[in-house]
């Protein structure tokens, strides 16, 4: 199964993880139709691997739709972009909408990182994490 199929496939077992995509190593943070309550342990899983990784080297992907959310988790997500921003080279968002999008312009603002853009498709988010 590929990347794409895996993000694509609608399980909802957790699939965070650190995977290949045309050559080029991925983290993908699974937050796809998480409650509130599940979103701190799969986001602390990436942040290991994402720790252990080069600075300014990881290509990020995470998913964000149909995920539930509230304030402490917003704010804990404002921490964890903050903390990093130093490994991250590029970091895909999918599920980006509506009131998502606006926590993630301020998410921008607040980090100081600007390596990060929202995408529709996985397929579209894959091919512009990997583009030099």
């Known amino acids: 199964m590929t990347l794409e199929e895996l993000v ?4 909802q077992q957790n699939k965070t993880g650190e995977y290949e995509y045309n050559g080029r190593k991925i983290i993908f ?7 509130p309550d599940g979103i701190k342990s799969r986001v602390e899983l990436a942040k290991t691997l994402i720790f252990a990784s ?3 080297s990881v290509l ?7 995920m539930r959310y509230d304030r402490e988790r917003t704010d ?10 130093p490994f991250v080279k590029k970091s895909a968002l999918l599920g980006i909408e509506g009131l998502k999008k606006i926590i993630m312009q301020s998410l921008m603002v607040f980090s100081g990182r600007t390596n990060m853009k929202p995408f529709a498709e996985v397929k579209d988010a894959l091919e512009w994490l990997i583009k030099l």
């Not at 943070?29 to 409650?35: I, P, S, T």
């Not at 990020?60 to 149909?66: A, C, G, Q, S, V």
């Not at 804990?76 to 921003?85: E, F, L, R």
């Open 29 to 35: 943070l699974d937050l796809n139709g998480v409650q």
């Open 54 to 56: 080069q600075p300014d």
């Open 76 to 85: 804990y997500a404002k921490q964890v972009s903050i903390d990093i921003k």
């Open 8 to 11: 694509n496939s609608g399980s």
């Open 60 to 66: 990020l992907l995470t998913d964000f739709r149909d």
